[in-house]
């Protein structure tokens, strides 16, 4: 990463407590965050179970390396309150008795807080640790539930695992829900803080139905990225160029397990249909070129969290710069044939538009193949975890999967009934269907209202769209830009581009904002935003006319979506403008992929050069301004 600034953490994640109820994974979140951090370059006091002695000692430890660096992090997972407003956090051996005691059991927030303003740099506080009441039952009254929300001098970031005066869970599998979601975002290149946490804001409120929201506090007033590689593109498409270039059947067979719906799976079925499953024959690489390769698929399983490719980088590597990290990281996941109920179940059924960054979502069809396996582990999660509302959203989803519909519709009415926001949508979905209930577009309308009131993007986007067309509902514009505009600032993809294009069209701001619309969109999943920013640049549409942005975003279409600007490029070249085509053909030469003449005119070697660009052949760097 080419880290200029020193970084200093200070990790604890206190488990195995003697007084009150002990907690499942925060020291599992701790040791796991770690060990990324580790990888970011920053200095690591780790703590586990420590007592209050040992919490105040490690403060004083970080404390004296915080001051000298340019970076201070705190991550506390375990039991932590408020009292009057101050938080609290619980060291293994507390005992308290009353409200009296907490002073001298417990260590204050303030404490950490206190040597991290030592720090002249950027100072971030993670806290995992909003979780019910411990002492609920002995008499002791915390005056609300979670932590509270804690002000600061500038260059702080407070990030709780839930909003202010809510409490979050412990998770069904090695780490907590926020925990699994930060760890599965840390690594993204390139990718401020404040993006960083939308995504994983977005994740928890999937993964839990809407149950917890993560929460955050900035006074920073500079941008700080734990990545500061630059941006390339998405896993889904990383694993895709490597598995493309090794013409490796496992890493294909990968991704079409970890990515159902992913931009390429045709390319990948292809692949192993015409070659029966069997590695094919590649060049042999030089030195450098393999070492580049190594780096390449180290990077994407350090990112990705993949068990699988980082067996295949040890399997293929195993001498390599970052085995001993990659051994590392293989023992801190969960071994697939240890998975808990609720892990199979979130596996074989989450809805595609719930994908985090650890579960794609599976579609219909496939549930269809597994879904009696989906209805004993999701019946079994929602057993062990009935505080989880979800799980019995995954159970309906496997159940009408299954055919049976009636329990289905039961089912996401419990669901719903407890506010998990996936049951809420399905349900309205059913009612403006007519499927298993009578057709009632009033009441969807009302679920609708509900879940977005709540949080689901979803549903605001589905309420935005018929307010826009104005069928079967009054049209209002103005409430349709609303609904839109929350969903894309909390992170949908779907919501920024549908902007993107209604700015297009004049009906919301300007037209000049639409490629920013669409270029966001892009960075966030919907990759078909790269083709619209594409030709907004190439016509000069609302915004200057730049031919080689355009050809960037063209490129970046072209390994990124389902092959839609490829085709573009193929076979209508004559919509492109003679300039941008010269571009693109430069970056192609640049790649050393394009060996003809730069003329803007395409041929079979400008139609080679952009399928070598697009399996296995990506370059982030040719892109760089």
């Known amino acids: 990463m080419g880290l200029a600034e020193s970084r200093t953490a200070l990790v604890i994640g206190n488990s195995d407590y003697e007084t009150v109820s002990p907690l499942d994974n925060p020291i599992n979140d701790a040791s796991d965050l770690a060990i990324a951090l580790e990888g970011l370059g920053f200095e690591v006091f780790l703590g586990l179970d420590l007592t209050r002695e040992e919490m105040l000692a490690r403060s004083r430890d970080f404390g004296m390396a915080a001051e000298e660096s340019d970076v201070a992090l705190l991550f506390y997972a375990g039991h932590g309150f408020q009292v009057n407003g101050a938080n609290y956090l619980l060291p293994v051996d507390a005992t308290i008795q009353s409200a009296q005691d907490i002073s001298e059991q417990t260590v204050a927030l303030g404490e950490f807080v206190a040597q991290m303003e030592k720090s002249q740099g950027i100072r971030l506080v993670i806290l995992d640790a909003c979780r019910d009441n411990p002492f609920e039952g002995d008499g002791i009254d915390l005056a609300g539930n979670g932590l509270a929300r804690v002000g600061s001098d500038a260059n702080f970031l407070f990030t709780y695992a839930t909003q202010p005066d809510n409490v979050a869970y412990d998770g069904t599998g090695r780490n907590s829900f926020f925990t699994e979601a930060l760890l599965n975002h840390i690594y993204t290149p390139g990718e401020d803080i404040s993006d960083l946490m939308i995504s994983v804001r977005r994740d928890v409120l999937a993964a839990t139905g809407g149950r917890q929201v993560p929460w955050d506090n900035s006074s920073l007033t500079r941008q700080f990225r734990f990545d500061t590689s630059p941006a ?118 989450t809805h595609p538009r719930d994908a985090t960054g650890s579960e794609p979502g599976v579609p219909f069809d496939r549930l269809q193949k597994n879904a009696m396996t989906a209805i ?128 297009q069209e004049g009906v919301v701001g300007d037209p000049t904002e639409a490629l920013g619309y669409f270029q966001k969109a892009a960075r966030n999943g919907e990759s078909q935003g790269y083709l619209a920013a594409a030709i907004l640049l190439d016509e000069g549409r609302g915004v200057e006319q730049d031919s080689a942005q355009a050809a ?23 919509e492109w403008s003679t300039n941008t085509m010269k571009e693109v053909q430069a970056l192609l030469q640049l790649a050393g992929y394009y060996a003809g003449t730069i003329d803007g005119v395409p041929g079979p070697n400008f139609r080679s050069a952009l399928q070598q660009w697009r399996s296995g052949g990506f370059d982030p760097a040719v892109l760089s301004e």
Request: glycine share 6%; with cysteine.
């Open 232 to 349: 390339t593109a998405s896993e889904d498409t990383l694993l895709w160029q490597v598995a493309a270039k090794a013409q490796e059947p496992t890493l294909m067979s990968l991704y079409l397990d970890r990515y159902p719906e992913g931009a390429h799976v045709e390319e990948v079925m292809a692949f192993l249909e015409d070659t029966g499953g069997a590695r094919t024959a590649t060049r042999s690489l030089s030195a450098e070129e393999e070492g580049a390769e190594a780096a390449r698929i180290w990077a994407l399983a350090q990112r990705s969290r993949l068990r699988p490719l980082l067996e295949y980088y040890l399997a293929k590597y195993p001498d390599g710069a970052n085995a001993d990290q990659a051994q590392r990281l293989i023992e801190s996941l969960p071994d697939p044939e240890s998975a808990t109920p609720a892990g199979i179940c979130k596996r074989l059924a």
């Open 376 to 503: 004993q582990a999701c019946s079994a999660a929602a057993a062990q975890s009935p505080e989880l509302p979800h799980y019995t959203a995954l159970l309906a989803r496997a159940t009408i999967a299954a055919g049976d519909i009636d329990r289905a519709v039961a089912l996401y009415r419990q669901a719903s009934n407890r506010g998990d926001l996936r049951a809420i949508v399905s349900l309205a979905q059913l009612h403006e269907s007519g499927i298993g209930v009578p057709q009632d577009l009033d009441e969807a309308r009302k679920l609708y209202e509900r879940a977005a009131e709540n949080g689901s993007f979803d549903a605001m986007i589905n309420l935005a769209v018929s307010l826009l067309e104005g069928k079967d509902v009054q049209q209002d514009e103005v409430r349709a830009v609303e609904l839109l505009k929350q969903a894309a600032s909390g992170g949908s993809a779907k919501a920024t581009f549908n902007l993107g294009v209604l700015s």
């Open 552 to 574: 960037r975003m063209l490129l970046r279409g072209a390994a990124e979506d389902d092959g839609s600007t490829i085709a573009q490029l193929n076979t209508n070249a004559a």
